[in-house]
């Protein structure tokens, strides 16, 4: 099992950058594949990005590609999403999630596959 907590939301301005982060305690980081997901008011939870165990292989939402990157550090057992470009719609909830894979290279995209949770970090972009 591992526990998810996430830090590095705030206010910014559009146009701005953020880093968050998802520090995981626990068994065996490396098992696991993990993504960032977020909610806005009103909207149900959205897939933002996703990596690999390995970490050499990631995914992205149409919306954030070019402007977010998804990376993990296995030294820090964290996984990281830094936003640059941020733009008001940006604004949610963002919450990391971990699922145990055995490939190195799957990337996990959809919500339902993931069996671990953060609280989630609020990000607001005002314009």
């Known amino acids: 099992q591992v526990q998810l907590v996430e830090s590095g939301g705030g206010l910014v301005q559009a146009g701005g950058s953020l880093r968050l982060s998802c520090a995981a305690s626990?068994?065996?980081?490396?098992?696991?594949?993990l993504g960032w997901f977020r909610q806005a008011p009103g909207k149900e939870r959205e897939f933002v990005a996703a990596?690999?165990?390995?970490?050499?292989?990631?995914g992205y939402v149409d919306s954030v590609k070019g402007r977010f990157t998804i990376s993990r550090d296995s030294a820090k057992n964290t996984v990281y999403l830094e936003m640059n470009s941020l733009k008001p719609e940006d604004t949610a909830v963002y919450s990391c999630?971990?699922?145990?894979?055995?490939?190195?290279?799957?990337?996990?995209?959809?919500?339902?596959?993931?069996?671990?949770w953060g609280q989630g970090t609020q990000v607001t972009v005002s314009s």
């Open positions: 999630a971990a699922v145990v894979r055995s490939l190195v290279t799957t990337v996990v995209t959809t919500q339902g596959e993931y069996a671990y």
């Open positions: 626990g068994r065996a980081f490396s098992n696991y594949a």
């Open positions: 990596i690999s165990r390995s970490g050499g292989y990631t």
